[in-house]
Every structure is written in structure tokens, then in C-alpha cells.
């Protein structure tokens, strides 16, 4: 779930970033959120039971 929501949230920062030329803070903060996601989701997904 968290991957699905990452990745749509990369997509939405590479539309706004090159299409639609948005260049102010958020769609950068986007980038962030997603890159946050990613990385919990590896971390919590590679825990040995």
C-alpha cells in the first residue's frame, strides 16, 4: 500500500515538474513525502519474524 501511494505521489511530482512547470516548494515537498515512503516501507518490509 505505502509503495502504491509512493509511487503515485512520484508521478505527481514529475507531472508537475515538467509538465505543468510548477516550481515552487510543494511539489518538492511531494518528492520528499514519497522518498519517505519508500524508505519506511523497505525498512519495515525487510524485519525478520
Do not use: D, K, Q, Y
Not at 510548477?22 to 519508500?38: M, P, R, S, W
Amino acid at each position: 500500500m505505502l509503495l502504491i501511494i509512493a509511487a503515485i505521489l512520484i508521478i505527481g511530482w514529475a507531472l508537475g515538474l515538467f509538465a505543468f512547470h510548477v516550481t515552487g516548494a510543494l511539489i518538492h515537498l511531494v518528492l520528499v513525502v514519497a522518498l519517505v515512503i519508500l524508505v519506511v516501507n523497505f525498512i519495515s518490509g525487510r524485519r525478520a519474524l
